[in-house]
């Protein structure tokens, strides 16, 4: 009976989580359609849409399996060129809307599968071994980035590694990436609508497989790994479970990211910001899904909010950080905030001492 009311919770608290997200896709088209949002803001809808998935993504690996990883930027890089690269090569083939699912598609796989090869030898370390290691890929994969270039042309697809000339296009061809400059007049597939729906997938695969019997396990992983091991966990498989999910979500963001704009740079998913999303997830709490998303929501707005104070903008931005990490790791007020939860609190029958549910 316990097992089913606590499934009923969870299921209610997904439920909560999912009409917060479409309430707010409604309250922004309603606003947006009324005229009554800054054309900022509307430019800036797309980008909170992926920083959204990035964060709950991430909250997967840092909060649900307790892995620190400092190379999520890396993982949104390679969805980010590889969507281009699909967008660009479907031009004229197919509408927008699929050539943006497909994009989005690829990139996650791509993703996933980086995932999976920088998984299988970096989580067998863990703590600060594990955050370095993926510092290093996110490195490597923006340098390798910044090597390329890429095109499309009468001798087919081409890719080099030396200049934009020795990829031998002809007159008609077209370069997609061109080295340090990075990829170059992208399509702008990317809409509001999509970045609301690839939030609501991530939060039907995270949640899911939170409340699932694999997410017990990587929670039991997290919370102790040797009693894990003891009643027949794998600790491997699901620590790469995780990871794996995590970066192919990352993946399918970054091409969602990439397709918003007409030029995109490797220096832009460089290690600020795997530690902007990392923020995110730590401010939001580790493990706390709803929390990831305000908190990424409210990050990203925030720094627009303060460009009436220019030339102090980072400034308040930091120290509004520090307050809001100080408040959050006051005991006293989070005492209070229970007392104050407890006496809105509607109480049964049963809870109450010497009562009975029967009268």
């Known amino acids: 009976m316990k097992k089913i009311l606590k499934l009923k919770k969870?299921?209610?608290?997904?439920?909560?989580?999912?009409?917060?997200?479409?309430?707010?896709?409604?309250?922004?088209?309603?606003?947006?359609?009324?005229?009554?949002?800054?054309?900022?803001?509307?430019?800036?809808?797309?980008?909170?849409?992926?920083?959204?998935?990035?964060?709950?993504?991430?909250?997967?690996?840092?909060?649900?399996?307790?892995?620190?990883?400092?190379?999520?930027?890396?993982?949104?890089?390679?969805?980010?060129?590889?969507?281009?690269?699909?967008?660009?090569?479907?031009?004229?083939?197919?509408?927008?809307?699929?050539?943006?699912?497909?994009?989005?598609?690829?990139?996650a796989v791509i993703a996933g599968?980086?995932?999976?090869?920088?998984?299988?030898?970096?989580?067998?370390?863990?703590?600060?071994?594990?955050?370095?290691?993926?510092?290093?890929?996110?490195?490597?994969?923006?340098?390798?980035?910044n090597t390329l270039y890429v095109g499309i042309g009468e001798n087919g697809f081409r890719i080099s590694m030396v200049n934009a000339e020795s990829l031998n296009l002809g007159e008609r061809g077209t370069v997609i990436m061109n080295g340090?400059?990075?990829?170059?007049?992208?399509p702008k597939l990317a809409t509001f609508a999509s970045g609301f729906i690839l939030i609501m997938v991530t939060l039907f695969i995270v949640l899911n497989l939170q409340n699932s019997r694999s997410g017990r396990a990587i929670m039991a992983v997290r919370d102790n790994r040797i009693a894990a091991e003891s009643v027949g966990i794998s600790v491997t498989r699901y620590k790469l479970m995780a990871f794996i999910i995590s970066a192919t979500l990352a993946g399918a963001a970054g091409a969602l990211y990439a397709l918003n704009f007409s030029t995109v740079v490797a220096r832009k998913f460089d290690f600020n910001t795997s530690i902007l999303i990392l923020v995110f997830v730590v401010l939001g709490g580790m493990g706390n899904i709803r929390g990831s998303i305000i908190a990424a929501t409210v990050l990203t707005v925030l720094p627009e909010l303060l460009r009436a104070f220019n030339n102090y903008r980072m400034l308040l931005y930091a120290v509004i950080l520090i307050l809001v990490m100080l408040v959050s790791n006051n005991e006293q007020l989070k005492n209070m905030t229970k007392k104050f939860k407890g006496f809105f609190k509607i109480k049964r029958p049963s809870d109450l001492k010497g009562g009975t549910a029967r009268e």
Not at 70 to 75: K, M, P, R, S, V
Not at 180 to 186: E, H, L, Q, S, T
């Open 180 to 186: 340090p400059m990075g990829a170059v007049g992208i």
């Open 10 to 107: 969870d299921t209610r608290k997904n439920l909560i989580t999912y009409g917060m997200i479409i309430l707010a896709f409604l309250i922004v088209r309603f606003l947006s359609a009324s005229g009554n949002i800054s054309s900022a803001f509307r430019g800036q809808l797309v980008p909170i849409c992926v920083y959204i998935v990035m964060a709950v993504s991430l909250n997967l690996t840092v909060g649900i399996l307790g892995e620190l990883s400092l190379g999520h930027a890396g993982f949104m890089s390679l969805g980010a060129f590889t969507g281009v690269i699909a967008a660009i090569i479907l031009q004229g083939s197919v509408s927008n809307p699929l050539r943006l699912a497909i994009a989005m598609v690829l990139g």
């Open 113 to 145: 599968i980086a995932g999976l090869v920088v998984g299988v030898p970096a989580l067998r370390l863990r703590g600060d071994y594990l955050a370095i290691v993926t510092l290093a890929f996110g490195e490597i994969i923006k340098n390798i980035i």
